[in-house]
C-alpha cells in the first residue's frame, strides 16, 4: 500500500526543472555617454519546465533607477531556424509616445512588448517582468517566440527607441554572429 500511494505522490507531483543559457560580458564595453545601468555584465535564458515558462534575466553593471533619465530598454534577441537574422524582438522598457510611438498611452512608464519582426507590431504588456536593484527579469510564455525547439538569442540593451536608427548600447554576447544557442 504505501508503495502505490508513494507512486501516485509522484506521479501526481508538478516538479518544474530548467536548462539554461548563459553568457557574461565585460563591464565598461559600452559608450562613455550611456549610463551604467545600461552596461550588461551577465544574461541568462532558463526554461522552466513544467511552467510553460522562458525565464530571461539580464544583469546591469548599476543598480537600475526606477525611472530612468529618459527612454530605456533591455532586449532579448531571438533567432529561430529558417527564419529573418532576428525573428521576435522581447522588450522591457521605460518609455513614453513621445520619443517612441509604439509605447504604450499615458506618462512615461513601465512596459513590457513582444514583436515578431516580420510584422513589426508590437503587443505591449504580452509577458510578466520585474526591475529590481541591477536585474531586469522578463517571464516568457514560449508560444510568444514561436515556441521552436532551438533558437539563438542574445541580450541588448537601448538609450533610444530603434526607430532612431542608432545602434543597441551593449550586446551580450557582444555581436549578433556570437548569438547563443538555445537547445530544448
Excluded at 5 to 10: E, F, Q, S, Y
Excluded at 150 to 155: D, I, V
Amino acid at each position: 500500500m504505501f508503495a502505490c500511494t508513494a507512486v501516485i505522490a509522484l506521479a501526481g507531483s508538478t516538479t518544474a526543472s530548467a536548462h539554461s543559457s548563459v553568457a557574461s560580458d565585460p563591464q565598461g564595453d559600452i559608450a562613455t555617454a550611456a549610463p551604467s545601468y545600461l552596461d550588461i555584465v551577465h544574461t541568462k535564458a532558463t526554461e522552466q519546465i513544467g511552467r510553460g515558462t522562458f525565464y530571461f534575466q539580464t544583469v546591469n553593471a548599476d543598480q537600475v533607477p526606477a525611472t530612468p533619465a529618459g527612454f530605456a530598454a533591455w532586449n532579448w534577441l531571438i533567432d529561430v531556424p529558417g527564419g529573418l537574422p532576428i525573428d521576435y524582438a522581447l522588450t522591457v522598457r521605460f518609455c513614453s509616445q513621445t520619443v517612441q510611438r509604439t509605447c504604450g498611452p499615458g506618462p512615461w512608464h513601465w512596459e513590457s512588448s513582444s514583436t515578431p519582426m516580420a510584422t513589426g507590431v508590437s503587443t505591449i504588456n504580452s509577458f510578466e517582468f520585474s526591475v529590481e536593484g541591477p536585474t531586469v527579469k522578463g517571464f516568457v510564455d514560449p508560444s510568444l517566440f514561436g515556441d521552436p525547439a532551438s533558437f539563438r538569442w542574445l541580450a541588448a540593451t537601448r538609450n533610444t527607441p530603434v526607430s532612431s536608427g542608432l545602434p543597441s548600447v551593449d550586446l551580450a554576447p557582444d555581436g549578433f554572429a556570437n548569438a547563443l544557442l538555445f537547445e530544448r
